[in-house]
């Protein structure tokens, strides 16, 4: 039996959780939380095989969870299932003690295969992020031209509202959607733009000449 414990914020993907968990007989819930804090206090009791911990927590960052994790519970294999595939996130879970680092679109259907295979021993990765590992240590040899920056309307839309200081809460108010949303929109923004920070967004944003265009609807 696997005992599972998952550190997370947003309900819809713990239900996502609980609903795949429903359906197979070799892991089990043991605890969950949505707070960092919570998930700290955890780490006082029986030690998980498996630790699920998104990186972004209403009171800090889940690499600071993993970290503690990593030293509380030396064999449990931690995974990060997070929104953000930027190099300094993924960097900092692995050097923090993570094995495994998944992106929340494509984890949902597969979640208890990924158990598995990380309990067993692997090291479950998205291919994105795959990619992105092997760009960066295996440098192209020539230029890599210029991407393309096709941005759809609603992208354009949460990018002028992160320009002008907007917090994923009110994006989210604005547009009248979930925050969840809103952050699988500043993802694929930033991926779009090749950032990995709000401030680089901003920049590349004006640099690109996105916001002079007027607001698509």
Same mark, same amino acid.
């Given at each position: 039996?696997?005992?599972?414990?998952?550190?997370?914020?947003?309900?819809?993907?713990?239900?996502?959780?609980?609903?795949?968990?429903?359906?197979?007989?070799?892991?089990?819930?043991?605890?969950?939380?949505?707070?960092?804090?919570?998930?700290?206090?955890?780490? +006082?009791?029986?030690?998980?095989?498996?630790?699920?911990?998104?990186?972004?927590?209403?009171?800090?960052?889940?690499?600071?969870?993993?970290?503690?994790?990593?030293?509380?519970?030396?064999?449990?294999?931690?995974?990060? &299932?997070?929104?953000?595939?930027?190099?300094?996130?993924?960097?900092?879970?692995?050097?923090?003690?993570?094995?495994?680092?998944?992106?929340?679109? &494509?984890?949902?259907?597969?979640?208890?295969?990924?158990?598995?295979?990380?309990?067993?021993g692997g090291s479950p990765?998205?291919?994105?992020?795959?990619?992105?590992?092997?760009?960066?240590?295996?440098?192209?040899?020539?230029?890599?031209? &210029?991407?393309?920056?096709?941005?759809?309307?609603?992208?354009?839309?949460?990018?002028?509202?992160?320009?002008?200081?907007?917090s994923v809460a009110e994006?989210?108010?604005?547009?009248?959607?979930?925050?969840?949303?809103?952050?699988?929109?500043?993802?694929?923004?930033?991926?779009?733009?090749?950032?990995?920070s709000k401030s680089a967004?901003?920049? +590349?944003?004006?640099?690109?000449?996105?916001?002079?265009?007027?607001?698509?609807?």
């Amino acid at each position: 039996m696997i005992g599972l414990v998952v550190v997370e914020d947003d309900p819809l993907f713990r239900q996502s959780v609980h609903d795949a968990l429903q359906q197979c007989d070799d892991v089990v819930l043991r605890a969950e939380a949505v707070t960092l804090s919570e998930g700290l206090a955890l780490l +006082a009791g029986e030690p998980a095989q498996v630790l699920l911990v998104d990186l972004g927590l209403p009171d800090g960052s889940g690499i600071e969870l993993i970290r503690a994790a990593h030293q509380a519970w030396p064999s449990c294999a931690i995974m990060v &299932a997070t929104l953000f595939g930027d190099e300094d996130r993924v960097f900092a879970s692995l050097e923090a003690g993570a094995t495994g680092y998944l992106l929340k679109s &494509a984890l949902a259907t597969g979640i208890v295969s990924e158990i598995r295979n990380l309990h067993a021993g692997g090291s479950p990765i998205s291919p994105l992020i795959a990619r992105r590992l092997l760009r960066y240590f295996s440098p192209p040899s020539h230029p890599v031209p &210029a991407p393309v920056i096709d941005l759809s309307s609603r992208e354009l839309q949460v990018l002028k509202h992160i320009t002008r200081g907007y917090s994923v809460a009110e994006i989210a108010e604005q547009l009248q959607v979930s925050p969840w949303t809103v952050q699988t929109y500043v993802r694929r923004v930033y991926e779009k733009l090749g950032v990995r920070s709000k401030s680089a967004a901003v920049d +590349a944003a004006h640099r690109l000449g996105l916001l002079g265009s007027g607001e698509r609807r």
